[in-house]
């Protein structure tokens, strides 16, 4: 499935919060998340554009690969496999028995709202202020709730949140 992201820096997270409110999102969850990225041994360069995730949200266990679709585009744009897992942990091993390296575990607190098929996410992440990621079906759609929430387009970030802010992660 092809979603397209992007990330707000510098956001004032209550009147985004009523923003999100006022054009019918809905609260999904409100909770800390934390998961393990994983890459081969032997290839350390091969998450320069390709992503896999062991992460859990509350009970629910996500493995997610995610690939870099056009990296002309001025959003992020990626192709992504999700799978259920019951078990954390179980998953965790599976990739380290297949000879992935697995990082340092990351945390974050996440206010995750919906509405029809775009998801808004609230992160905070150790000492990085709150920001604030949509992700889309289509650049359009992301220009279109973009402007119904009154984001300056010009303001975005694309990428990942390490690329964007490195400072924070030396």
């Not at 942990?89 to 709202?113: D, G, M, T, V």
Request: proline share 2%; glycine share 0%.
């Amino acid at each position: 499935m092809q979603e397209i992201e992007l990330k707000f820096l510098d956001i004032n997270v209550e009147l985004i919060k009523n923003k999100l409110k006022e054009i019918g999102a809905k609260l999904k969850y409100d909770t800390n998340i934390e998961w393990y990225t994983f890459i081969k041994k032997w290839f350390s360069s091969w998450t320069k554009d390709k992503y896999l995730r062991v992460r859990k949200i509350n009970q629910k266990v996500e493995i997610t690969f995610k690939w870099k679709v056009d990296k002309n585009s001025k959003m992020t744009s990626r192709e992504e496999v999700e799978y259920i897992s019951d078990n954390y942990e179980n998953s965790i091993l599976l990739f380290e028995k297949l000879w992935f390296k697995k990082s340092s575990p990351f945390k974050k607190h996440r206010i995750h709202f919906e509405l029809w098929n775009i998801h808004f996410e609230l992160d905070t992440k150790w000492k990085i202020p709150t920001y604030l990621e949509i992700e889309t079906k289509t650049e359009n759609d992301m220009i279109d709730i973009c402007k119904k929430i009154w984001l300056d387009i010009k303001d975005w970030k694309k990428w990942s949140i390490v690329e964007i802010l490195p400072e924070y992660f030396s």
